[in-house]
Every structure is written in structure tokens, then in C-alpha cells.
DNA sequence: GCCAACGTTGGC
DNA sequence: GCCAACGTTGGC
């Protein structure tokens, strides 16, 4: 069964463009060193599942656009990579702790759905990212809150 | 730049 | 096992 997710990263790091501009607009989705959100990226998060692409910490804050993993959960290598930034001494082969997926860009959306949308909408207001303290990466995301994010975007 | 929320660390 | 200190996240 399909399931849905939004994945937080700071444009500045790597944005949707970032995305669209990578080989065969795919990606791998290493660095997260939450043990909750690591759970998901390992156990819960299926190839072919959609992915709302939040852009954080930036003006404006906002689902800039949709991707599908295209790879479920397998260990995050760059934390075995002493000179890596997400490098982690206490990952080994054996117990790698830390995992990734990859995903592939859908689509940019024309009008991004920016956080003010997103308060307005009874649906949408009620998402984890918009719950105050959440600093979760990887969030879960309804069937209806999906839906009303591409109805915000404009997409039927 | 500020600061609240949260996760992690480490002394006890 | 508790909890204070600390570092990070991320909206504002």
C-alpha cells in the first residue's frame, strides 16, 4: 500500500532544484541521525511511496514539490566515511544504525504551497509539520493531507 | 538574531 | 534512573 511522507531540508543544503538538477533527478536522502526518523526511513517507508518536499528554514517556508521513493530503507555508508560529515565512530558494517532511501523527483510545483497556505486550510493546518516543536525530518502524512496539498498546489 | 522545543550526554 | 547542561532545529 502506498503510503505518504514529507521530507524537511534546507534549501540552502539541497532544495528541489538541487533534485530536478541530479542525476536522472534522483537522490539518496543520507544524514539523518534521529533514531525516530530513522525508524521510518528503515522500516516504514516503501518504494513507490510519495514524499512532500518541505523546504525549511528559508523565506518562504513551503512544500516546494513531490518526489517517490524509488528506494526503500538500506544502511547510510556515509556514516562508515571517517572524513564525511555524517560520519558516526559508534556505525560499523555490522551495525550500520543510520539509513537512507532514495527518491526521485515528480514534480515542481508551479505555485509552492508555502506554510501561511498550509495554517489556513482545516486539513493541512493539522499536519505534523505544523505542530509547534516539530523538528522531525521525516514525517507521516495522511491520504487527505496529501490530497489537500496538491489541491493548495492547484493540482486536481 | 532570538528563543522555545527537543534530543542527547554524562555525572551522580 | 534521574536530571541538569548542552547542542541543534527551525519558526518567527
Redesign the pocket.
Known sequence: MQRFWLF?S?PDTFSIQSLAASKGKKTSWEGV????ARNMLRDDIQRGDGVLF?H????P?AIAGTAEVVKSGYPDHFALQPDHKYFDEAASPEKPIWYMVDIKLVRIFKQPVT??ML?EHPVTSKMV?M???????IQPVTPAEWHAVHELAGIA
Open positions: 524537511k534546507e541521525r534521529n533514531y525516530q518541505y525549511s528554514n528559508t523565506d517556508l506554510r501561511a495554517a509539520v505542530q509547534k516543536g516539530s523538528r522531525l525530518s
